[in-house]
């Protein structure tokens, strides 16, 4: 049985516990916990993929030697996918389109949107680096031509290209786009593109369980008094509040 569904069959199992129970001590519930048996070939997957997915490849490698858990990609690949994602934050995007294509041509030629948004964010660092000429000239060529090919982009490009009408570009109201966010939000779509076009998962699955943890958390809630853990950081349980 995977670790998705090991943890969301003892979730089903405590919460039966909890509508029989007003309150339920730490003593009791470290006791159920300590039912679950999740096997450690489980756990080193859900590590491996995080490392994976987050780019950590030194760590990849070394967690491979020590734990014996084969990647579902190669290691090689992660390299490649993390210098795209640099660039991108780096606000290098000429350089992350070639990245990209020398990857995998496909990827920008069957995804328009992302192409767009690199498209976009092109003009951005244009204008970030007071190149305004060049960004106008920038807009007409690249972006304006995209926005006639395909209608839902024209209500972004028309907020990305009014960056052009305002001398002070950081306080205008679509001055957010000159944010590190809006690099670091470019960078994070390219990322799961070129996962995806490995056959990988987008995200890792690790944050999809502290979600889960959190959600049944909240609807044990509704039910009973029982020992929560209100640091992910440290998973302590502490006591109900009774």
């Not at 859900?46 to 990849?60: C, Q, R």
């Not at 006639?148 to 205008?172: G, K, P």
Request: glycine share 2%.
């Amino acid at each position: 049985m995977s670790l998705f569904w090991t943890v969301i069959r003892q979730l089903a199992e405590i919460g039966a516990m909890a509508t029989s129970k007003k309150v339920i001590t730490k003593e009791e519930w470290e006791k159920k916990l300590n039912d679950v048996k999740i096997r450690k070939e489980d756990v080193n997957k859900l590590v491996m993929n995080f490392l994976v997915t987050e780019g950590f490849v030194d760590a990849a490698e070394k967690f491979r030697i020590e734990s014996g858990t084969a990647p579902d990609i190669d290691l090689a690949t992660i390299t490649d996918r993390m210098a795209v994602k640099k660039a991108v934050q780096c606000g290098n995007v000429e350089d992350a389109i070639e990245k990209v294509n020398d990857l995998n041509p496909e990827i920008l030629d069957t995804n328009p949107h992302l192409f767009f948004h690199l498209q976009q964010q092109r003009f951005i660092e244009l204008i970030r680096n007071g190149k305004i000429e060049e960004a106008l000239e920038f807009a007409q060529e690249e972006l304006a031509p995209r926005g006639e090919e395909n209608q839902s982009f024209l209500e972004e490009l028309e907020r990305t290209v009014s960056l052009l009408a305002f001398e002070d570009v950081s306080n205008c109201p679509v001055g957010e786009l000159l944010d590190i966010s809006q690099r670091l939000k470019t960078a994070s779509e390219v990322n799961a593109a070129i996962l995806t076009s490995q056959s990988h998962e987008k995200d890792p699955k690790l944050p999809s369980l502290l979600k889960m943890l959190i959600w049944a958390q909240n609807q044990l809630d509704k039910k009973a008094a029982y020992p929560h853990i209100n640091d992910l950081s440290t998973a302590i349980l502490e006591d109900p509040a009774i």
